[in-house]
Each structure stands twice: as C-alpha cells, then as structure tokens.
C-alpha cells in the first residue's frame, strides 16, 4: 500500500530567497531615483498586471505574463533570466514550492503579488519623503492615501509605517507579509464584501491564517481602525449602512472568538494524560 502524498505547504521566505538569486536588488531599493529591476517588476505586476487578471476573472480564463529579468550583480556579471507568470483562474495551481530551471521562475500570479506588494513597500518611505502615496489598487479600493496622514496621526504611528501596514494587509493572503496586521484585513472586509454569510466565513479563515503566522487578532485596534475609517470616510460614502456593516463584522469577529475560546476550553477539559492529545492536519493553500 502507498503512502499518502503530502500536502503541499507554501514556503513565501523560501520564495523571496529563490527570487532574490534571480534579482539580488529586491532585497533593497536605496535610490528612489534609480530604479531596481525588481522595482520594475513590482510595479508592473500591481498596476499592469493585475487589471488584466481582474479582466481575464471576469471572462472566466486564464492569462500569463513574461518578464525579462537581467541584472548585474556584485562582481559586474550580467545575471539574464526570466519570470513567467500565471493566473488560476480556471486550472489549477502547481502544487509545489517555485524553482528556477535554466533561468526561468514559474509563478502564479498570487505568489508574484506577493513578492510584488514586499518590493513595493520599500519605495513607501521614499514616497512619504517625497510627498508622494500611491496606494496599490486593492489598498485603494478600502482606503483613500488622503486620508493616511489623518490616520497615523489619530494611530500615534510614523506615516510610512501605517502606509506599508495598510497595503500589506489589503493584500490577498496578505498574512505571509511582514508588515501585515489582522485587524486592518478584517476593516478592509467591509469594503470588499458585502455578502455576511461568506463575510463569516472569511473572518474565520483570515483571523486563523494570521494565527498561522504569529499575528494574533487585537479587537481594540481592530475597534480604533474601524471607527476612525467610519467617522473619516467622504460624506458622499457615509451612510446608515456603513455603521450597520462595522456593527455586523465586530458581531462575526466576536463570536468567532467567543466559540475558539470554548473549543479550546472543551480541548484541555477532555484531555486525560499527557499522552492524550490531538494534531491538527494543515490546511492548504491555493497560491
């Protein structure tokens, strides 16, 4: 009899180190004058390339991209090499962890965004110095950049910092993201869906993918962000609704805790021995 298969588990810092062996400047971007090669990459990915998957989305196919990626590197060797990129909207995602093979790194287009919203958060202290936010396009359909410099204000936070919390959190599975916090990704749940059933359903698997990753849920940051978002939207935004919506989600975030703490509870008290304990199967993720 064979043994079971194992389920693939997305390594996003084994990611970052594969790409940074094709392109030793993502680790980095010193000048905001001269821009790297992966800067390149990342702004392609979120402004060019993440429209034509949304269209592609909507049609029900699948699209792919490739990107010529030569660079030098610390002894003056030209590096050549190439990035494809595909979405998976219709087939299936490569179960296994991205390799390079003669020069060429095959990605989904979630594993690219990620490794596009890193590179991009390296520019925001250059552009918070230079007077400048630009939001990424999913950061921008919860948040207005004007409103950015109120919120680090009201937080007691620096402003870069804020700006890259903000974009790494709007980011799909933004949760394998330094900078990325769990209360922000469940705000920005009220701007980007309305249905509560399947709202529910991802406050659930968001909070518990933080977890995953050491990032527990804070519900008095959580109740900051959401109320200062509700009282600093445009008037023209600003409805009844809006507040029934942040009334609803802290409902669903409660009681998702609430019944996590009593699983737990229920866990220890039926617990006999030490020898006695259950193992939780890894879920996994299509990236």
Not at 86 to 105: S, Y
Not at 141 to 151: C, D, R, T
Not at 173 to 196: F, M, N, P, Q
Request: hydrophobic letters at 40%.
């Amino acid at each position: 009899m064979s043994e079971p298969k194992l389920k693939f588990v997305f390594d996003f810092e084994k990611l970052k180190q594969t790409f940074g062996e094709l392109c030793p400047d993502f680790k980095e971007e010193p000048d905001y004058e001269r821009a790297t090669v992966s800067r390149r990459f990342a702004q392609e990915v979120i402004f060019t390339y993440s429209k034509e998957a949304a269209a592609a989305k909507s049609k029900k196919k699948d699209v792919s991209w490739s990107m010529r990626l030569d660079v030098e590197n610390e002894s003056g060797t030209t590096i050549r090499s190439e990035v494809k990129i595909q979405t998976h909207w219709v087939r299936e995602p490569p179960q296994n962890q991205p390799f390079v093979m003669r020069g060429l790194l095959l990605l989904s287009f979630k594993q690219a965004s990620l490794l596009a919203v890193e590179k991009y958060c390296q520019l925001v202290p250059h552009q918070v110095k230079r007077g400048e936010l630009v939001l990424t396009p999913l950061a921008g359909a919860v948040f207005s950049k004007f409103e950015m410099p109120q919120l680090a204000k009201a937080l007691g936070e620096p402003l870069d910092e804020v700006v890259v919390a903000v974009i790494s959190s709007c980011q799909t599975d933004g949760y394998y993201l330094e900078h990325s916090r769990c209360h922000i990704a469940l705000v920005a749940l009220i701007k980007t869906v309305s249905d509560l059933k399947m709202r529910a359903s991802i406050v659930k698997k968001t909070i518990k993918m933080y977890k995953l990753h050491g990032k527990d849920f804070d519900m008095d940051k959580f109740k900051v962000w959401s109320t200062f978002l509700r009282k600093s939207a445009p008037a023209k935004r600003r409805c009844d609704s809006d507040g029934d919506d942040y009334d609803k989600l802290v409902e669903q975030v409660l009681a998702f805790n609430i019944n996590s703490k009593e699983e737990s509870r229920k866990q220890k008290v039926s617990m006999k021995c030490a020898a006695n304990f259950q193992v939780q199967k890894s879920g996994t993720e299509k990236i």
